[in-house]
Every structure is written in C-alpha cells, then in structure tokens.
C-alpha cells in the first residue's frame, strides 16, 4: 500500500526489555513525526526528522527513548529498558514537506504493553 | 508554547441529529488548525484544516468547522450525522511560522446510536 507502515502492530514487553518500533514512511516524503498516545489522551510529539537529520526531539520523554532514521526513509524508536509508564500507542506520520501547513499522513501504530 | 482542549470527552448523540464537538486552543503565535478523525483500528485521518482565508471550512463528508480568533476556537458541526460518523475525533494545531509538529487535545468520542 502507499500509507505509512507500522510495525509490530502490537508488541508485549517485560519490564526491563527493550523493545524496537519501525516505521515505514510515505516513499518520498521528507519529514517523519513519532507521537505517543497514552490511553484516553491525544497524540503527544516525541521527535522529527527532515530527511535524516533528527531536527527535534524536546518531546522525547527521558533517555531510554531513541530515534533514527539512517537512510532519510525508514525510521526506528527505541525504547530501553521498558517501564510500565512506557505503555501507549506509538504513532508515525509522515509529510512532503516540513511546512506548518503541510498534511501529516498517520501510520495504525504500534502497541506497547510493558508487563 | 500551545495547547489545545476538547471540553467533552464524550458526546452520545442520535442518528440525523446535530452534534457539535468544541474545541479551544491556546497560543502565543499564529497557528494553523485541525480536525482529524480516528475510526475504529485505524490510523488518524485528516478530515478537515484551516490555514487562512475564509474562516469557515468545510470537509467532503458533511463536517464543517469555523475559526474562531477572538474566542480560541475551532468547534467542529455536522447538521445530521450518520452511524458512520461514530469515531474519535482530534483537534489540533501546528505553529504556523514552523514545522508541521501537531499539538493536539485530548480526543472527543463520537457515538452515534441509531
């Protein structure tokens, strides 16, 4: 399909595992978000890049969290040594370009329960 | 820095009926407003935005939204709304001078009953 591809869909972690989310962006679309929604909240910003620069990341919420996107397409967050407070569903989205006015395009997420 | 509030969390409404879902934002900057929609398993979906212009816009399934600058406000309207309509609906925004980094509200759900 041409949308942004989530994987896993849903993922299970113990406390203390780190776990691997992936993102496959729109081919061709420059700017790629992640956002955590916690249950019963809206999306909350974590990080973007343009192309493969990480241009942002004020809302990655401590250092366990990490983003990269090597290649300028596919992207990866990274979360160390999962906590239970780390259990939310973690979003992609991406955009053409970087303008406020510009349409972000939403992957289905990944689930993350840390047990 | 902005943020956005959804006053309802919830809104049970009949089927052919009018619903309004407000919506009101905070920001020290000019910003650009949204509306998207979050069916059953699947991903956000835009469903309608403002830029500039005219303050009332309009989405191709019926939802219109007005923006509102003196009162914050970006309430969503649809006159008669369908069973299909039944979802979670966001409203965000993104500075205007930036990047598109959304700032969105807590979600207001949708349920339509027949």
């Known amino acids: 399909g041409a949308g942004v591809s989530q994987s896993p869909r849903y993922k299970v972690a113990k406390r203390g595992q780190d776990v691997a989310l992936r993102c496959d962006p729109i081919s061709g679309h420059v700017s790629l978000f992640w956002y955590q929604q916690a249950l019963g909240q809206g999306p909350e910003f974590l990080t973007y890049?343009?192309?493969?620069?990480?241009?942002?990341k004020s809302g990655l919420p401590s250092d366990r969290f990490f983003a990269e996107r090597p290649e300028g397409s596919v992207s990866t967050l990274k979360i160390q040594r999962t906590q239970q407070e780390d259990s939310a569903v973690y979003l992609c989205?991406?955009?053409?370009?970087?303008?406020?006015?510009?349409?972000?395009?939403f992957g289905q997420g990944t689930r993350l329960t840390v047990v | 820095a902005q943020s956005v509030t959804q006053l309802d969390s919830q809104v049970p409404v009949f089927e052919e009926a009018p619903v309004e879902l407000r919506c009101n934002y905070s920001?020290?900057?000019?910003?650009?407003l949204f509306w998207y929609v979050q069916y059953p398993n699947q991903g956000l979906q835009l469903l309608l935005k403002?830029?500039?212009?005219?303050?009332l816009v309009e989405s191709i399934n019926g939802f219109e939204a007005e923006f509102n600058k003196s009162q914050t406000s970006f309430h969503l309207r649809k006159p008669s709304v369908h069973i299909s309509d039944t979802a979670e609906y966001f409203c965000a925004v993104s500075p205007s001078g930036g990047y598109n980094k959304l700032i969105f509200g807590a979600g207001t759900r949708l349920a339509v009953h027949p």
């Open positions: 403002y830029l500039s212009g005219s303050t």
């Open positions: 920001s020290s900057v000019s910003v650009y």
């Open positions: 890049f343009q192309n493969e620069a990480q241009l942002d």
């Open positions: 989205a991406s955009s053409l370009v970087g303008g406020g006015n510009t349409e972000a395009f």
